[in-house]
Structures are given as C-alpha cells and as structure tokens.
C-alpha cells in the first residue's frame, strides 16, 4: 500500500518560514519523481516544486528563490523549505510521486497539509 504523509505545516506570520516534509512508503522511491503542489480555496492544485529521481529541480515561478525542494532517498522523504512566506502562498500543500514504467503512469498523492500565513 503507498502511502505519502505529509507534516510540518500550520500558521505563521508573513515573513516566516516552515519546512514541509513527506514521507513515502510502498513504493521503490528512487526511482519516482517527487513534487509539491498547493491549492488554494477555489483556486486549482497547482505545482510549486518538482525534483526528479536524479535530483534535478524546478520551480513555478511565484516561489523561485523562496522555496527549496529537496529529497533524502536513505529516509524515503521529500521536503520543501519555504521561506519570506507571503499570505499568498496560504494553501494545502501536496506531496505527489509520479513514475512512467512500461508505459503506464504511477501517480500518488498525500493528504495535504494546510499552509495559513497570517499577522
């Protein structure tokens, strides 16, 4: 059974900083590319960050240079350091695993954690 369990969100006030964290299991996690993505209330999920199973990063272009994603194959977790925290960024943040094998596309999703940036 996979299962991705996120952790460390909450309330901050503008200019804070949290770091995300998304533990895997059930799946051979080397080999899947990870992501974040938010969604806001009536807005669509929508990708913050991504890195591959090589460690190779992207980012969207509202959070370049704030956020910080990173991988620990060796603990099977995937974080996202979020710093200058804007109240634009309050959402519920998603992990997301993805893998293409023989054509079929493997695609998971934690249950979110709620982002609130607020004075």
């Known amino acids: 059974q996979v299962q991705l369990v996120e952790s460390g969100g909450g309330l901050v006030q503008p200019g804070g900083s949290l770091r995300l964290s998304c533990a895997a299991s059930g799946i051979d996690f080397n080999r899947y590319d990870m992501a974040w993505y938010r969604q806001a209330p009536g807005q669509t999920r929508d990708m913050v960050a991504t890195?591959?199973?090589?460690?190779?990063?992207n980012y969207a272009d509202s959070v370049k240079g704030r956020f910080t994603i990173s991988r620990n194959n060796t603990k099977n977790t995937v974080y996202l350091q979020i710093n200058s925290l804007k109240p634009e960024d309050t959402a519920v943040y998603y992990c997301?695993?993805?893998?293409?094998?023989?054509?079929?596309?493997?695609?998971?999703w934690g249950q979110g954690t709620q982002v609130t940036v607020s004075s």
């Open positions: 997301n695993a993805a893998r293409t094998r023989w054509s079929f596309r493997y695609n998971y």
């Open positions: 890195i591959t199973s090589g460690g190779s990063t």
